[in-house]
């Protein structure tokens, strides 16, 4: 299967600061990302659809303006969460959409944030 | 009615038996189906996709689709305890470019 990263793995973050999530798809190139949020033993959740070169579109009761998406390129988006706040503790996942028949999607390792 | 249903389990299987796992649609337009495994504390994996009514089969796993009933499944079989995980299932509607709607996954034991 295609592979997806991130990074980091980890953060922890003050209340109040900004953190910077990367997906990279690394050996295929990704139009399309996809950013997931997935508090503990509860369902994924999507964020957001990231299209390269574009605006992301937000999936309603999402924060654009908190919530910063870029998809600066073929094989990188950036999650950017503003302001963070401890309710914004989560684990974040990136997933990556192959272009084909069956686009299927494959996941980021996932980043775990902490806000304190 | 949720878009993409599952049991959530936990479901206990002993080590060696064939585990079954269901999952149902509400929408007659999807296309594309998708299993996911996800561990605890991990990000899911993608263990098998199915787009065509009938079996699909991947060494130990065996996708199962019926459109009629709107109606798609997972066996693993010979279980093994690193098969303890939870499995989402995933559908998407339509096109390659429409997203895909999980569901909120089912919690498989694998008992020694």
């Known amino acids: 299967g295609a592979v997806v990263s991130q990074h980091p793995s980890r953060v922890i973050c003050k209340s109040g600061t900004s953190v910077k999530i990367e997906c990279r798809s690394l050996?295929?190139?990704?139009?399309?990302m996809f950013w997931y949020r997935q508090f503990p033993k509860q369902s994924l959740m999507l964020m957001a659809t990231s299209n390269e070169g574009s605006k992301a579109t937000y999936e309603q009761g999402v924060e654009k303006d908190k919530f910063l998406i870029n998809h600066a390129s073929l094989t990188l988006s950036t999650l950017t969460v503003t302001s963070a706040h401890p309710e914004d503790s989560s684990f974040y996942i990136c997933?990556?959409?192959?272009?084909?028949?069956?686009?299927?999607?494959?996941f980021g390792p996932g980043t775990r944030l902490t806000v304190t | 009615q949720k878009e993409v249903e599952q049991n959530s389990g936990p479901l206990s299987v002993p080590e060696g038996a064939i585990a079954s796992l269901n999952c149902t649609y509400s929408?007659?337009?999807?296309?594309?189906f998708f299993w996911y495994r996800q561990y605890s504390g991990k990000s899911p994996e993608l263990i098998m996709f199915?787009?065509?009514?009938g079996d699909k089969e991947d060494g130990r796993f065996t996708a199962q689709l019926n459109k009629a009933s709107q109606y798609v499944s997972l066996l693993i079989r010979d279980s093994q305890p690193s098969d303890s995980a939870t499995y989402l299932c995933?559908?998407?509607?339509?096109?390659?470019?429409?997203?895909?709607?999980f569901g909120s996954g089912t919690r498989l034991s694998i008992r020694p």
């Open positions: 929408d007659r337009g999807s296309q594309s």
């Open positions: 050996d295929f190139q990704a139009t399309t």
């Open positions: 997933s990556a959409r192959l272009v084909g028949v069956e686009a299927e999607q494959y």
């Open positions: 995933a559908v998407r509607r339509y096109s390659s470019a429409s997203k895909i709607i």
């Open positions: 199915i787009y065509s009514n």
